[in-house]
């Protein structure tokens, strides 16, 4: 359905922030998962076509949104990583004011929809408070809902779950998992567990370029046997690599991506996706993060 090719975008004065980029992305939750500064947020961004890439393609459902993007406007739905409400504007007023902006009718099946929206999100006891004083998951949920008006078929969230609690964070889970049957979801973050949750597809983007991707399961279990786990260091050497060393309940833990165990007091253990995200990054001359 959506069909990115051979992407390219530098900044003046800075690197370039995609570089080459291809994707095929069919209907469901579809993760795209990248390191601060791997260009996440530029894709995001030319894809709701509110910036123009240097050079390539991209089209959706055979509309080609660089040639149209009035065509997919219409169908799309974008939260972006932040976005900013006026102050003194209520929650379900800010929504018509939205729709209105969107091109929506005004009338009763805007209405309607929009009642819709605010109990989908479960925003129905707050319509009348402005959206600068809701809490961050709040928020969020609020920027689904403008993210629905008009009931995108191309979804395109933005870190959506960045600085939520865990509750806000499970119902925001819930949420988007219902919102994918019928549409395309494009999730990019950098927070491994949203990814592993909730997307079948996966993509692991790196300094403007998808190093890997496919099904989130074929990703993690191609490390099965791979993934060592002890409390003691290891050396490395070029068949074994530390992914991780983080505390666990208060020990720490190293954790390694090698054909045969790398130590004594290391076993074997399931791997996960941030194990195959680690990998990569490594893989990509990029130390984890931990
Ligand atoms: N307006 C800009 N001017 C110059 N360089 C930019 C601009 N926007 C982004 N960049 C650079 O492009 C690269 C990709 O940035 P981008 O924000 O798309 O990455 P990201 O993966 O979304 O990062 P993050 O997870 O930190 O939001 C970075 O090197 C960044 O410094």
Redesign the pocket.
């Known amino acids: 359905m959506l069909k990115i090719t051979n992407l390219r975008k530098s900044?003046?004065?800075?690197?370039c922030?995609l570089d080459g980029l291809s994707l095929d992305i069919g209907a469901g939750m579809f993760g795209l998962l990248?390191?601060?500064?791997?260009?996440?947020?530029?894709?995001?961004r030319i894809l709701a076509s509110l910036q123009l890439p240097d050079s390539g393609d991209i089209s959706f459902d055979n509309i080609n949104i660089l040639d149209n993007p009035l065509a997919l406007r219409r169908r799309l739905g974008y939260l972006p990583?932040s976005f900013g409400a006026y102050p003194y504007i209520g929650c379900r007023a800010l929504l018509f004011h939205m729709a209105r902006l969107k091109g929506l009718p005004e009338n009763r099946a805007t209405a309607s929809q929009i009642d819709r929206l605010i109990n989908l999100t479960n925003l129905e006891a707050h319509v009348s408070r402005p959206v600068t004083t809701f809490s961050g998951g709040m928020r969020q949920r609020f920027g689904i809902a403008q993210a629905l008006l008009g009931d995108p078929s191309l979804l395109i969230l933005?870190?959506p779950t960045a600085g939520l609690d865990p509750e806000e964070r499970l119902r925001l889970y819930n949420l988007l998992s219902m919102l994918s049957s019928d549409r395309v979801v494009l999730l990019?973050t950098?927070i491994v567990d949203d990814v592993e949750q909730l997307c079948r597809q996966v993509a692991i983007?790196i300094a403007?370029r998808i190093v890997t991707q496919g099904p989130t399961e074929t990703l993690v279990a191609e490390l099965d046997g791979q993934i060592w786990q002890g409390s003691e260091p290891n050396a490395e050497n070029g068949e074994c690599r530390l992914l991780s060393a983080a505390f666990f309940r208060g020990s720490k833990q190293h954790r390694y991506h090698s054909a045969a165990n790398p130590g004594a007091t290391c076993a074997s253990v399931q791997p996960s996706l941030q194990d195959r995200y680690f990998l990569e990054l490594r893989r990509n001359g990029l130390a984890s993060s931990c």
Do not use: F, I, V, W
């Open positions: 900044y003046r004065g800075g690197g922030a990248g390191p601060n500064g791997a260009g996440k947020s530029t894709l995001m990583q933005d870190e990019s950098h983007m403007g």
